[in-house]
């Protein structure tokens, strides 16, 4: 899976950095940073924070 984001639209709401702490983090002013854009687990946690994501600030170039 290949994850990108557009952390100037986070909100820093944080349901990514739960779902998947291996993929998410936030920078000290709550915005997402993103450990891993190649991710090969924690695919569930990923596609879940794509769903919740308030901000619609995560984004995934394939479901594989
Ligand atoms: S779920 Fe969306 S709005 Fe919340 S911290 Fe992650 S990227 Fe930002």
């Given at each position: 899976?290949?994850?990108?984001?557009?952390?100037?639209?986070?909100?820093?709401?944080?349901?990514?950095?739960?779902?998947?702490?291996?993929?998410?983090?936030?920078?000290?002013?709550?915005?997402?940073?993103?450990?891993?854009?190649?991710?090969?687990?924690?695919?569930?946690?990923?596609?879940e924070?794509?769903?919740?994501?308030?901000?619609?600030?995560?984004?995934?170039?394939?479901?594989?």
């Amino acid at each position: 899976m290949q994850v990108t984001i557009e952390p100037e639209r986070c909100v820093g709401s944080g349901q990514c950095v739960m779902l998947a702490p291996s993929v998410f983090d936030q920078d000290d002013d709550g915005i997402v940073v993103l450990l891993d854009d190649k991710p090969t687990t924690a695919l569930e946690g990923v596609r879940e924070s794509i769903r919740v994501c308030p901000a619609r600030a995560i984004f995934s170039a394939d479901e594989a």
